[in-house]
């Protein structure tokens, strides 16, 4: 019963860094879309960051489940 806990805990450690990692990639990209759309280098970018962040955001809810 105390390994299974440990490997809960362990489970939830990765789940809550991998949470942490997500949420600063989203406000990255973020930042980098509002600054694509001032100012188009790139038209490719903007779509290609949209689905970065889309993408980024479906892994954190389905870890959030």
């Given at each position: 019963?105390?390994?299974?806990?440990?490997?809960?805990?362990?489970?939830?450690?990765?789940?809550?860094?991998?949470?942490?990692?997500?949420?600063?990639?989203?406000?990255?990209?973020?930042?980098?879309?509002?600054?694509?759309?001032?100012?188009?280098?790139?038209?490719a970018?903007?779509?290609?960051?949209?689905?970065?962040?889309?993408?980024?955001?479906?892994?954190?809810?389905?870890?959030?489940?």
């Open positions: 019963c105390a390994y299974f806990l440990k490997q809960v805990n362990f489970m939830d450690k990765k789940k809550k860094k991998r949470l942490e990692v997500l949420q600063q990639k989203i406000t990255k990209l973020q930042k980098l879309l509002a600054a694509e759309k001032e100012q188009p280098d790139d038209p970018e903007v779509p290609r960051i949209e689905a970065e962040l889309a993408k980024a955001h479906e892994e954190m809810a389905s870890l959030k489940q």
